[in-house]
């Protein structure tokens, strides 16, 4: 009975986890061989990317998204529903772009320039699109209006679809009645496709070609009918009448409308944003049937002689420079072929993908909204590869690093945890067990120790502490060291979320082994007695 009731406790002892069972699985034997195999890569070791001239340029890969132009001929180019968007065209896997009349072109890791040589060669020995051909005279020699720079601007004048705002003093029902969708609170009037707009008692009223003050002086007129020296207000609240089409190396693409701020060809290419990296030197100006080449560098730089008014139905063209420069841009449409993983403390964590603007640490945080307000900035990683390399973003913040310019690649994944969270959990033979705080400064192995009172002197197992490290990408690993070890060979910084356990020694588990038996058995003894003393009587 006795020997039974011992080997039952043994077992119970086993299974709690006491020192006579065998100690715990570790995946490292010794702090220094786990500092070693754990140890992270040096940032300084990744390459940088520098600004400027010295950029790379952005090289395209599967699953980037082009826009193709060809001037004046939209049958040619990416086409409207490519890709569920407007005139974009999808890299295939096998890295070409498909496109009509010239077929597949491969373009994957060229850059977009390169992309729009070879596009633009395809199409040039195609359908022979040259532009010599297309520009017949020189912007400076067309005789086309020109604003000089020291003449007064011309004043804008109403065309059907403005839509203008009329009010006649101290008379609400007079005037304009219909709300701005963007303004309530302002009415407008809009200029029919005739030219024409209605208002209350004074009906039809023809505005077409007409100043802002003309218009008012109209009015006037006509409301001195219906109310004694009116005095009517008329402002254009938004100029729809002189669509100008705005293409190729620029910006934004699209419609610019002129008005009074934007009147000649620099002052709608500001409007699109300006040229890009990639214009041509050479742009092109399409009027009716006549086609006009200028100097873009020289419109852009404001040289007034270079530079002429636009009229509705203008048609502006930057080719992309290349080797062979037919009528043809090519654009980045969408960035897809390059991602990066963010998560933890970021305000927009995710799957984020490389682009021309946003390729180094720090455009990415500045285009993935930056991290949240709780994120340990100082202590993030950045996985590539399989190697883990530490990321202290604060410093680079502060001008003490250049980790903001470090170029991310395709399939890096980085992570920032929060500041919340940078405890280290000290368990087992301690004076006081519980979690220790990381200080902005940091914190050892060692000093996390001493800061729950040390180990215990009589119940603890120097000789066995545990070390419990995790990563956010990677399963947690568990080194066994001692203490002499931490003291005397390599103190290594804590991380937040490890966990450090100190065993128990041999005596003590002996001693609590003992200690939770003698009750079992003294009872066991006194039951023991009591049944043989029953039996006796």
């Not at 004048?157 to 709300?179: F, K, M, N, T, Y």
């Not at 960035?335 to 390729?359: I, K, M, T, Y």
Request: negative net charge; charged residues 25%.
């Amino acid at each position: 009975m006795q020997l039974r009731l011992v080997v039952l406790l043994a077992a119970a002892a086993g299974g709690a986890g006491c020192h006579f069972a065998p100690r715990l699985d570790a995946d490292v034997e010794g702090l220094a061989a786990f500092l070693a195999q754990s140890s992270a890569g040096s940032p300084a070791a990744l390459p940088r990317l520098p600004g400027g001239e010295e950029r790379p340029e952005y090289r395209l890969g599967a699953r980037d998204a082009l826009s193709v132009v060809v001037w004046e001929r939209p049958d040619l180019g990416s086409q409207p529903g490519d890709d569920g968007a407007d005139h974009a065209t999808v890299i295939a896997a096998d890295g070409t772009v498909t496109l009509p009349l010239i077929g597949s072109v491969p373009v994957a890791g060229s850059t977009v320039a390169e992309a729009a040589a070879a596009i633009g060669e395809r199409y040039a020995e195609t359908i022979g699109l040259d532009p010599k051909e297309k520009a017949a005279s020189a912007l400076g020699d067309a005789g086309l209006a020109a604003l000089a720079a020291d003449a007064p601007r011309p004043a804008y004048r109403i065309g059907p679809l403005d839509a203008i705002s009329i009010e006649v003093w101290g008379r609400e029902d007079l005037g304009s009645q219909l709300p701005l969708p963007t303004r309530p609170d302002l009415p407008i009037t809009l200029v029919e496709p005739d030219g024409a707009i209605h208002l209350p008692f004074v009906g039809h009223v023809d505005v077409a070609g007409l100043t802002v003050a003309e218009a008012r002086d109209l009015l006037d007129e006509r409301y001195s009918d219906e109310v004694t020296d009116p005095r009517v207000l008329v402002q254009v609240v938004e100029a729809r009448s002189r669509p100008v089409q705005v293409a190729g190396e620029v910006g934004r693409r699209g419609t610019v409308l002129l008005d009074d701020a934007v009147l000649t060809l620099g002052e709608t290419l500001d409007a699109a944003g300006g040229t890009t990296d990639r214009a041509a030197k050479t742009g092109f100006l399409a009027r009716g049937e006549a086609r006009f080449a200028f100097d873009v560098e020289a419109v852009a730089k404001g040289e007034s002689e270079a530079d002429v008014l636009l009229q509705a139905g203008d048609s502006v063209f930057v080719p992309t420079l290349a080797a062979s420069t037919p009528l043809v841009s090519v654009a980045l449409a969408a960035a897809r072929s390059q991602s990066v993983v963010l998560s933890g403390e970021f305000n927009n964590p995710g799957v984020f993908h490389l682009n021309e603007d946003a390729r180094t640490l720090g455009e990415v945080f500045t285009a993935a909204g930056g991290l949240t307000e709780k994120a340990d900035t100082r202590n993030g990683v950045l996985t590539r590869n399989g190697e883990r390399f530490p990321l202290d973003y604060r410093a680079a913040q502060e001008g003490l690093s250049d980790a903001h310019d470090l170029a991310l690649e395709a399939g890096d994944r980085i992570f920032f945890g929060s500041s919340e969270d940078r405890l280290v959990h000290v368990i087992g033979e301690v004076r006081l067990q519980g979690a220790v705080p990381i200080p902005p400064k940091g914190l050892t192995l060692l000093e996390a120790i001493l800061a729950t009172g040390g180990t215990n002197p009589i119940t603890a197992d120097t000789e066995e502490l545990y070390l419990v490290r995790s990563y956010p990408d990677a399963e947690a690993v568990i080194c066994v060291f001692s203490l002499e070890e931490l003291v005397t060979l390599q103190d290594s910084a804590a991380m937040p979320g490890d966990t450090i356990y100190v065993s128990q020694s041999w005596l003590a588990a002996w001693d609590r082994f003992w200690r939770q038996l003698l009750p079992f058995v003294t009872d066991s003894s006194f039951a023991y007695r009591n049944v043989d003393q029953a039996t006796d009587d």
